[in-house]
């Protein structure tokens, strides 16, 4: 997770377009088991030849679609992110896919994902930007999104209470002295607690939880 300075931070899509290029090497240098953390990512989709339909929040670069392509070669994609330049990268990456993957620039904060449309819907390392009530919204758009059965799941940080409650501090302070504006969207870094995200999803609809993998604070679950 990145320190914030003192000054405003960056907004999220400016953030990830300087860094589109190197991201990949970023998150290998930054996830020690990076590629049991992106196959475990995949792992609840069962190997099937079926077009089955899959939404990729906050996709970036496509980190996770090699996995996923690996359990269903023939999966629907639609991948979303704010940065173009991310974009681009999974674009030029899975250019023999296009067929497959539908891309959209814009915030999944905004963007309509429909009801019942997705056999499962993924995040990885985006959902830790966003406080208890805006998140609480997302998982019930996710939960709407998702057909009878299916899944989402989130690879993320998970935090001790208490490093949950020193960032949530430093971003309410950052509210407080007016760095953040209110509609905007910032690379600020406030995970939660294990406790915290089981009680989201609870509230969201969600009954199953199930945590695939752990290390550190890198966490993957999955729910339904």
């Known amino acids: ?19 589109a290029e190197g991201y990949e090497n970023h998150m290998q240098g930054t996830i020690n088991s990076f590629s049991q953390y992106y196959a475990t990512v995949a792992a609840p989709i069962p190997q099937t030849t079926e077009p089955i339909a899959i939404l990729d929040l906050g996709c970036g670069t496509g980190l996770e679609l090699r996995w996923i392509f690996g359990q269903a070669p023939n999966a629907q994609l639609t991948c979303v992110d704010m940065s173009e330049n991310m974009l681009k990268v999974l674009q030029r990456t899975y250019r023999e896919r296009r067929d497959q993957i539908r891309l959209v620039q814009d915030s999944y904060v905004r963007w309509p994902f429909g009801q019942g449309q997705y056999d499962y819907v993924v995040s990885v390392m985006t ?8 998140k609480l919204q997302l998982y019930k758009k996710i939960r709407r999104a998702l057909k009878p059965g299916g899944h989402y799941i989130e690879g993320d940080y998970i935090v001790t209470p208490e490093k949950e409650a020193e960032l ?13 504006a209110p509609e905007g969207l910032y690379h600020v870094d406030i995970p939660f607690s294990l ?30």
């Open 127 to 134: 959902m830790h930007h966003f406080v208890f009530e805006d």
């Open 168 to 180: 949530l501090e430093h971003f309410w302070q950052l509210r407080r002295d007016q760095r953040l």
């Open 1 to 19: 997770m990145s320190n914030e300075t003192k000054h405003r931070p960056e907004e999220m899509a400016s953030f990830f377009d300087v860094r």
């Open 195 to 224: 406790p915290v995200q089981k009680q989201l999803f609870e509230r969201a609809g969600f009954h199953h939880f199930h945590v695939l993998f752990q290390e550190g604070e890198h966490f993957i679950y999955v729910v339904q």
